[in-house]
């Protein structure tokens, strides 16, 4: 059964905090992405990564940052929160797995919704 | 690059009733697969169905259909029996088989169920 964990699931914080939200799947998958999701409801790629230690820039400027240091953790950063991060962050995993399968859909996980006043 | 139109912003059905929603997708390769996704208000975004562009038949899933037309590059998604629980928004997803390729979501398509 495939899991893939957001944490927290909600957040309020202030201008100017630093930040860091959780991705974790332990499915081993090599893949993994972030997308932020507006209140249109459609999806922008904002980062992904194709394995450890490789992080790529999506479609949609954004600026955060993400590590990949473990094959399961993909943590996004802000270093100063503003007002125009407000909005609903998901984490996907997909591709190969650790049992030598291959997923070739993306496994979403629960979201994190961020609000920045 | 590819893109990916889903041109129904909102759609509605009465409970029990059949609903199609349209995809369409552009692309210039022979070999990708095709998903609809289903993301309930507040809740988790999960896979309704997987279509596989090298398979002529039409992939289902319960009362879940679609009708995939590889030259018109078109692929609905057809519920039967609608449901309340089908409520949602549903993106239509397209994704290369260039490994090195990421996944291109639709806009979505929201989704009423009228009791």
Known sequence: ??????????????TGKKITLECSQTMGHDK?????????????LIHYSYGVNSTEKGDLSS???????????FPLTL???????????????????????FLY????????????? | AQTVTQSQPEMSVQEAETVTLSCTYDTSESDYYLFWYKQPPSRQMILVIRQE????????????????QKAAKS????????????????????RSDNYGQNFVFGPGTRLSVLP
């Open chain 1, 1 to 14: 059964e495939a899991d893939i964990y957001q944490t927290p699931r909600y957040l309020v914080i202030g």
């Open chain 1, 32 to 44: 993994m992405y972030w997308y932020q999701q507006d209140p249109g409801m459609e999806l922008h």
């Open chain 1, 63 to 73: 600026e955060s940052t993400v590590s990949r240091i473990r094959t399961e953790h």
């Open chain 1, 79 to 101: 270093e100063s929160a503003r007002p125009s991060h407000t909005s609903q962050y998901l984490c996907a995993s997909s591709g190969a797995d650790k049992t030598g399968g």
């Open chain 1, 105 to 117: 859909e993306q496994y979403f996980g629960p979201g994190t919704r961020l609000t920045v006043t």
């Open chain 2, 53 to 68: 562009a090298y398979k002529q038949q039409n992939a289902t899933e319960n009362r879940f259909s679609v009708n995939f």
């Open chain 2, 75 to 94: 692929f609905s998604l057809k519920i039967s029996d609608s449901q309340l629980g089908d409520a949602a928004m549903y993106f239509c997803a397209y």
